[in-house]
């Protein structure tokens, strides 16, 4: 079958399978679950594997690992992630969430939809194959330690050459893609200052030595780490979102503590965030006759796209879609757990607009522009056909 017409074959596959696509969006919407809570999510899962005779594996407790096996030289992976967060739904959808207090508030309904899709619509081009295939559910991205780990460490990489895995982004224009080489996303660290001082009576502020006036300067102060410390022409996020202290309105308490988020691209920008944020702390709890301890968690590390395997698949995609559609965009300070991944195999993430009329991504107003479901079941199935695995370097030839 000459390519185009295999192309448009994919086509006509993603159209008879679309209002399934959808329907199992509208699903997984209905009943979202949390991170490694996704038993209902995950039979569904499996019960749409099973109607397409495609094998699989439960993994990490609720994740699924399903394959179409080619006896192929060159395995390639596609990655959706299942969980929902803890955000009470405004949508008013008719199929909004049933589970008070959670909701699909991310699109990780629609990336689960749509790689059922693709899957689906591979199986029926099986014979088409040059490459062998596995679909990556993976559970908990959202929540730390997060499911890539897990599913890493339970052997789902074993025999995979590339990776690949995508999300809907409502920041780029519909059906917009990008597909960037390097870093993509951040590190996405976390940190909790205590301060420690003396507590006392609101009225005599001079027997007290107060964490909360600390805690208020502190935070005017980190602000000025990304700001005055580091190169502007590098990245760096630190967010403080948490301040917890005090029980009432008359009391200086003897406790403060501060939460909060560091984002970058580099990991000597990390390094000096931490080092400068050591040096403020303590001389500023000094200053206020208190004490200060930081904990910093390295969660994720930052999402890094191999320049080799994305350069080809954005040749791909720049063929497959209408012209114009593949676009230059920016790394995100975002983060994702998906970045364990491609620290292990040369990896490439896509990330796919949406447009901006589908609210703010974890808002309980977000939704999606389900026209990009059938959109994306088509790109990535033809991205998998279209891999010219004889032409394409090999994995050991990537990390030379």
Partial sequence: MEKSELLEKIKQETAKVKD???????????????????????????????????????????????GIDRKAGITIGLRADMDALPVEEKTGLPFASVNKGIMHACGHDGHTAVLLGTAAVLKKLEKHLNVNVKFIFQPSEEKPPGGAPAMIKEGVLKGMDYLTGFHFFSDMPLYKVW???GPVMANTDSFRITIKGKGGHGSAPHLAKDPVICAACLVENLQTIPSRCLDPMKAGVLSVCKING??????????????????????????????????KIKKICESFGCKGELEYNNYSPSCLNDAKLSEKLKGLASAILPAGNVIDYHPIMGGEDFAFFSQKVPSSYLFIGMGDKCGAHHSGNFTLDERILPYTVNLLSSLIIEFPYREIVRRSELQR
């Fill in 179 to 181: 597909i960037g080489k």
């Fill in 246 to 279: 005090g029980s009432a309105f008359n009391i200086i308490p003897e406790t403060v503590e501060l939460e909060g988020t560091v984002r970058t691209l580099e990991n000597k920008i990390r390094e000096k965030i931490i080092e400068e944020m050591r040096l």
């Fill in 20 to 66: 399934d696509v959808i329907a199992w969006r509208r699903h997984f919407h209905k009943y979202p679950e949390l991170g490694f809570e996704e038993y209902k999510t995950s039979e569904k899962i499996r019960s749409v594997l099973k109607k397409y005779e495609i094998p699989f594996k439960l993994k990490a407790k609720t994740g699924v690992v399903a």
